[in-house]
């Protein structure tokens, strides 16, 4: 009983955690779909388990997440007129988030965790490309 009330709390963490890095680089209405999907999630007349909920909270980051990366391409697309200061300080950004995924990299337990660190560091080597 004690396991499973930790591991609850674990995942509510987690949960709270994606929330409030999700919502560092998203648009402001994001709260407002997260809030969305856990209300849909619990309002579905079969009974739904944190997993499921957790699951359907993940499909939802991960549209966000795509909705930020489109946003950052376009954001990415208008370099040339940033001032040389922006972009420097873009670029200290982008290495310290480069220095942090690879730390993750080399730490990850799982192939797809690899995978997907490893594609993110593609993408801030390429943003380091477009910013030097």
Same mark, same amino acid.
């Given at each position: 009983? #004690?396991?499973?009330?930790?591991?609850?709390?674990?995942?509510?963490?987690? #949960?709270?955690?994606?929330?409030?890095?999700?919502?560092?680089?998203?648009?402001?209405?994001?709260?407002?779909?997260? #809030?969305?999907?856990?209300?849909?999630?619990?309002?579905?007349?079969?009974?739904?388990?944190?997993?499921?909920?957790?699951?359907?909270?993940?499909?939802?980051?991960?549209?966000?997440?795509?909705?930020?990366?489109?946003?950052?391409?376009? %954001?990415?697309?208008?370099? =040339?007129?940033?001032?040389?200061?922006?972009?420097?300080?873009?670029?200290?950004?982008?290495?310290?988030?480069?220095?942090? %995924?690879?730390?993750?990299?080399?730490?990850?337990?799982?192939?797809? =965790?690899?995978?997907?660190?490893? %594609?993110?560091? =593609?993408?801030?080597?390429?943003?380091?490309?477009?910013? %030097?």
């Amino acid at each position: 009983m #004690l396991w499973s009330v930790r591991r609850f709390a674990l995942r509510v963490g987690v #949960l709270f955690l994606l929330v409030a890095g999700v919502l560092a680089v998203a648009k402001p209405r994001l709260p407002f779909v997260v #809030l969305a999907s856990i209300e849909r999630a619990f309002s579905q007349p079969q009974k739904l388990t944190i997993l499921d909920v957790l699951n359907q909270y993940e499909a939802e980051l991960l549209v966000a997440c795509d909705a930020a990366s489109e946003s950052l391409d376009r %954001a990415l697309a208008g370099l =040339e007129s940033l001032t040389p200061e922006r972009r420097a300080a873009a670029y200290l950004v982008t290495m310290k988030h480069l220095e942090l %995924a690879r730390g993750d990299l080399a730490h990850a337990p799982t192939i797809e =965790e690899f995978t997907e660190y490893d %594609a993110t560091c =593609e993408r801030l080597r390429d943003v380091r490309r477009l910013l %030097a």
